[in-house]
């Protein structure tokens, strides 16, 4: 089978799970809804935040610490699913080459996320500075300096913490197990970590843990204490294309 019929199997199999699409939509809503939620609350008391206020980054922060569970978890059902059903089995015998069925899913699943990530930081961006419009705080353009690579940022990091979904469901192959491991990664390991660790250690994990370095790239404002945006997104996806090697070595030769 051709790599362009691979991929469309996989979208094929990405909208026969009927909960995936509705999920994904949701997910975008709900980020777009958040971080409206967030921009309100957080630009009733820009004043206190100075020169720090960054009207661009709160207005999909707030969102995305909500979708990135949505985002993961999907990831991860991408590699799970066909474990679960015993439908893996089917896969490679119409695809034996299985660094080509790896490949379809994760391109194929990395361009659904690159798309619904854009509309929703689109979305919660432009209705995040109405909201701060609204109460008076300084709102941010696109034509700002920073301001679009910060929101078509925020795009790329959804299609990353959908792709390391992928890669730890490949090699957990259990769906359960997996999404656990995403939630610690992406969410419990960067937010409450740090409060829990010693400070030296809290305080790497804030500026080089993955997630938090790759975030970087939706902030405007400058702190000489993080990574540049663009070096913690290509810190981020390093690690993300470390795991997926692992992953694309791990597929080849385990019994399906």
Do not use: H
Request: hydrophobic share 55%; charged share 10%.
């Amino acid at each position: 089978m051709a790599a362009v019929e691979t991929m469309r199997s996989e979208w094929t199999k990405f909208r026969s799970i009927p909960s995936n699409v509705p999920v994904m939509l949701a997910t975008v809503a709900v980020m777009i809804g958040a971080g409206a939620l967030t921009a309100n609350g957080a630009s009733k008391n820009f004043q206190a935040a100075g020169p720090m206020f960054d009207a661009t980054y709160i207005s999909m922060y707030g969102g995305f610490l909500f979708a990135q569970i949505s985002v993961g978890g999907l990831g991860v059902l991408v590699a799970t699913s066909e474990y679960a059903t015993g439908m893996i089995r089917t896969s490679l015998t119409v695809v034996p080459r299985r660094g080509r069925l790896l490949a379809a899913k994760v391109w194929t699943f990395g361009l659904i996320a690159l798309v619904m990530g854009e509309i929703a930081a689109f979305g919660s961006f432009l209705l995040g500075q109405i909201t701060i419009g609204a109460n008076g705080a300084p709102a941010a353009s696109l034509s700002d300096p920073g301001v679009l690579r910060a929101v078509f940022g925020m795009g790329l990091i959804w299609v990353l913490v959908g792709l390391i979904g992928v890669g730890i469901g490949v090699l957990l192959r259990d769906t359960m197990a997996a999404t656990t491991v995403v939630v610690a990664v992406n969410f419990i390991i960067p937010i409450i970590g740090p409060r829990l660790m010693p400070q030296a250690m809290g305080d790497w994990v804030t500026v080089y843990w993955p997630i938090q370095a790759g975030l970087r790239i939706t902030s405007t404002v400058p702190d000489a204490e993080r990574l540049a945006p663009w070096t913690g997104l290509g810190l981020m996806a390093a690690c993300t294309a470390v795991l997926l090697l692992a992953a694309f070595a791990v597929f080849r030769t385990r019994d399906a």
